[in-house]
């Protein structure tokens, strides 16, 4: 008896995970349904499915896609920039363009993508990765305490957590469909607060 193969995939994964990561963060995990993902990919759910395993899956996935595609700025700063000060006053320089890209979702999936959801995995994930984040400014901060450039007593984790929330602010602020220019403005504010 002869056997078929099933059919090979016909479409390019990494462009399908692309809109899956817009998606996402147009309408955050909530407001995406498996079928609008299906309709966006332009793959049928078993495919989708056999793809990415399911929607959580696809979300999880596709929020390190977004992380190392469209988020990695902050990163590049820390790893780039001599100084926390430096490292931060460059990414207040660069969130409002970054989160006001004409072609792209405005705003940012890490800061946005769960709202409104009750997912604990989702939930997890994206508290996982601010966390992260703040970790690694608050590090940057303490490597800038020991070495004098900070005053001693500079709570790292606090300011760390200021810069967070500031960008959080620039972000859903974007999203409000507040001009890059008030954003900019904005940024600079922060900047000149930096003890």
């Known amino acids: 008896m002869a056997t078929t193969r099933g059919r090979p995939r016909s479409f390019d994964r990494?462009?399908?995970l692309d809109k899956a990561v817009q998606l996402f963060w147009r309408?955050?995990?909530?407001?995406?349904?498996?079928?609008?993902?299906?309709?966006?990919?332009?793959?049928?759910?078993p495919s989708l499915y056999n793809a990415f395993g399911g929607k959580q899956q696809l979300f999880v996935e596709a929020?390190?896609?977004?992380?190392?595609?469209?988020?990695g700025f902050l990163d590049r700063a820390l790893a780039e920039e001599p100084t926390a000060e430096k490292a931060v006053a460059r990414v207040f320089r660069e969130a409002p363009e970054r989160y006001t890209r004409r072609s792209?979702?405005?705003?940012?999936?890490v800061v946005s993508g769960d709202?409104?959801?009750?997912?604990?995995?989702?939930?997890?994930?994206l508290r996982r990765m601010r966390a992260?984040?703040?970790?690694?400014?608050?590090?940057?901060?303490r490597g800038d305490v020991a070495t004098g450039i900070l005053p001693s007593d500079t709570d790292a984790v606090a300011l760390a957590r200021?810069?967070?929330?500031?960008?959080?602010?620039?972000?859903?602020?974007?999203?409000?469909?507040?001009?890059?220019?008030e954003l900019r403005r904005t940024a600079e504010v922060a900047t000149r607060a930096w003890p």
Do not use: W
């Not at 309408?27 to 759910?45: C, F, K, N, Q, W």
């Not at 960008?167 to 001009?179: E, H, K, N, Y």
């Open 115 to 125: 709202n409104g959801t009750d997912d604990p995995t989702v939930t997890r994930e």
């Open 162 to 181: 200021y810069v967070m929330a500031v960008l959080s602010g620039i972000a859903q602020a974007a999203r409000d469909g507040v001009s890059r220019e």
């Open 63 to 71: 929020l390190d896609a977004y992380d190392k595609k469209y988020g």
């Open 14 to 16: 990494d462009a399908a």
């Open 132 to 141: 992260e984040k703040a970790d690694a400014f608050a590090a940057k901060i």
């Open 27 to 45: 309408r955050g995990y909530e407001g995406t349904s498996v079928r609008d993902l299906a309709e966006d990919l332009h793959i049928g759910m």
């Open 104 to 109: 792209l979702p405005t705003g940012c999936l």
